[in-house]
């Protein structure tokens, strides 16, 4: 007893038997080998149990990484808030729970709109009880993670959606008690993150569209408000233009006035021009175009600027004719900036060069000057919107800088390239445009010029005309005008005004300025239109609203022409000395775009 006491297992007595000794060894040994097998057997089992531990935990760490890739990839697909909004929702049902709602928040912090997948039907209890709100305001306001569990077995994982310090709204799973365990809650947090993400993004690109739609109206109005005064300006240029005689001082100051008010229109088209290519809403109208001529006709446009500055112009053509297919006025308006612009950063009495070559199928034209040349490290931006390398104060050179980038996107919208090379400061610079062309079939006809026909006043011309404008200085000065020419004018400044006139005077032609106080130059079209007196005038558009839609509510408004202010005077008085032609000259350019 004492031996058992003292944790004895067994005792041999004494003297030992040989045969009891082997007994009581063996059934010891065996017991010794069954104690290590049960244990070799606890260990691969417990080595077995993590494994498969292991196992399922990759499982779901693939499972989650899937889910979360797939969730960047779907959120990525669209900057639309509603459109991103409903992505969220339908990823989070049913893998992290049976409904998913989404709340965006008020001024206040709490939720003024809500989201939900799916949708709950009429017979369903309410959704968004008292107590979810309660969660998702505190949520919002606290801007924490937030898990509810309720008596009647729900949960709920509520997460703020965070774009920096701001809550951009609360993202509400529900599901049955006991479904958001650690790493579900881990799974949602991480979501939530990438949702916020979506959702700001979403968000931004929206300010964005709202503010480039500000930018555009803004852009619109500018235009008409800096070409409203130009029209009297260039009015009262053509006026002194027609005395017979002024002193020399005079002269020279109607003609410098004259050419900043040139100056001053285009500066206004080429900055509206660069927003609507911008905007992709500037579509060229191809044409097959011998290269001679564009070249000349763009030479002839720079050529008084080129005359101010005494500089000399080069122009090198291929041997062979060539032809490309372009928009004429586009691709003349491109080799006019770049003209402009060598003539502009050159030293007077500078020689500047434009030569043409073709090869491959491509034409390249080069222009080339002695200038100021362009830094290396502007150099990758001289195609940038407003981009200038001269930032001083003084801004010697002036612009605006949008005038490469047009060149840019213009000639983009022929097939073509642009590229610009400078050797440093102070050694020129050279621009090289380079446009699919090929070797002309059919060499270009000398152009006839059309017989001039005498106007004939008595048979054709518009003996009255009627100025409808709210800016008295534009009217006054272009009634002015036109009785020079030998018209009948009568003027007025609103819209009820002018249909009154038309049925007392009954105008051959109506000059309409769009923007008018009351009714609108449109209303009053429509006005016109319907009198009896005033149907068959010729109505031409004279406004300050150039964009494509102001062009196409004209057509629709039934005006003839659509003219931007300061207009062209001689187009106009060409216009006005034979309606009649003017009218179907445009109605055949009109069938022929169809």
Avoid at 502 to 508: K, V
Avoid at 517 to 539: I, K, T, W
Wanted: some cysteine; charged content about 25%; hydrophobic content about 45%.
């Amino acid at each position: 007893r004492r031996g058992y006491a003292l944790g004895a297992v067994d005792y041999i007595p004494s003297p030992v038997v040989p045969e009891v000794l082997r007994s009581k060894v063996r059934v010891f040994v065996e017991l010794f080998r069954m104690n290590r097998q049960l244990q070799k057997q606890a260990a691969q089992r417990e080595a077995l149990a993590r494994s498969e531990a292991a196992r399922s935990a990759a499982e779901q760490a693939i499972h989650r990484a899937d889910f979360l890739a797939e969730a960047s990839q779907v959120l990525s697909r669209s900057l639309n808030l509603d459109d991103t909004i409903a992505a969220i929702l339908d990823l989070c049902v049913p893998l992290l729970g049976e409904r998913a709602i989404l709340g965006l928040p008020d001024k206040e912090g709490g939720v003024r709109r809500l989201e939900m997948h799916p949708a709950p039907r009429a017979d369903d209890p309410e959704v968004f009880t008292p107590e979810l709100r309660s969660a998702a305001d505190q949520v919002i306001r606290e801007q924490q993670f937030r898990l509810a569990n309720w008596d009647n077995g729900r949960a709920a994982a509520v997460c703020p959606l965070m774009a920096g310090d701001e809550v951009r709204g609360a993202l509400a799973l529900l599901a049955p008690a006991g479904h958001f365990d650690s790493t579900r809650v881990a799974l949602v947090r991480e979501f939530a993150g990438r949702a916020a993400i979506a959702m700001e993004n979403a968000r931004l690109y929206s300010a964005v569209q709202e503010a480039d739609r500000r930018k555009n109206e803004f852009l619109a109005m500018l235009a008409h408000e800096l070409r409203n005064p130009l029209a009297p300006i260039r009015n009262a240029v053509h006026i002194l233009a027609s005395a017979e005689e002024l002193p020399p001082k005079l002269s020279w100051a109607r003609d410098v006035i004259g050419r900043q008010a040139d100056h001053m229109a285009r500066l206004i088209d080429d900055l509206l021009d660069v927003s609507r290519i911008v905007q992709g809403k500037v579509a060229v109208k191809p044409e097959t175009l011998e290269l001679g001529a564009l070249i000349e006709r763009s030479v002839e446009a720079s050529s008084p600027r080129l005359g101010a500055r005494e500089q000399v112009l080069d122009v090198v053509l291929p041997r062979e004719p060539i032809e490309l297919d372009g928009d004429s006025v586009r691709l003349s308006q491109v080799l006019s900036n770049l003209i402009n612009n060598a003539c502009k950063f050159s030293p007077p009495r500078s020689r500047i060069r434009l030569e043409s070559t073709f090869q491959d199928g491509e034409l390249q034209i080069c222009v080339e000057d002695e200038g100021a040349g362009i830094a290396p490290e502007f150099l990758p931006h001289m195609f940038d919107l407003f981009a200038q390398a001269d930032q001083s104060l003084d801004r010697s050179q002036g612009g605006l800088g949008i005038g490469l980038t047009l060149v840019k996107h213009l000639v983009e919208l022929h097939g073509g390239r642009v590229a610009a090379a400078s050797e440093g400061l102070g050694k020129g610079a050279r621009i090289t445009v380079t446009l699919p062309a090929r070797v002309a079939t059919h060499p270009a006809q000398a152009h006839q010029p059309a017989p001039s026909r005498p106007a004939s006043r008595e048979a054709a011309a518009a003996s009255r005309i009627l100025v409808v404008d709210d800016l008295a200085p534009s009217a006054e000065t272009l009634m002015t005008l036109l009785e020079m020419e030998g018209f009948q004018v009568r003027v007025a400044h609103e819209g009820q005004e002018a249909l009154r006139i038309a049925r007392e005077f009954q105008p051959h032609v109506v000059l309409l300025d769009i923007g008018l106080p009351g009714m609108n130059g449109f209303e009053v079209a429509h006005g016109l239109r319907d009198q009896p007196e005033s149907r068959d005038a010729l109505l031409i558009a004279l406004t300050g609203y150039g964009e494509a839609e102001s062009r196409i509510r004209s057509a629709q408004a039934g005006f003839d022409f659509h003219m931007v202010k300061p207009a062209d005077v001689d187009l106009l008085l060409t216009m006005l000395a034979d309606p009649q032609e003017a009218r179907k000259a445009v109605g055949a350019a009109s069938a022929a775009a169809a």
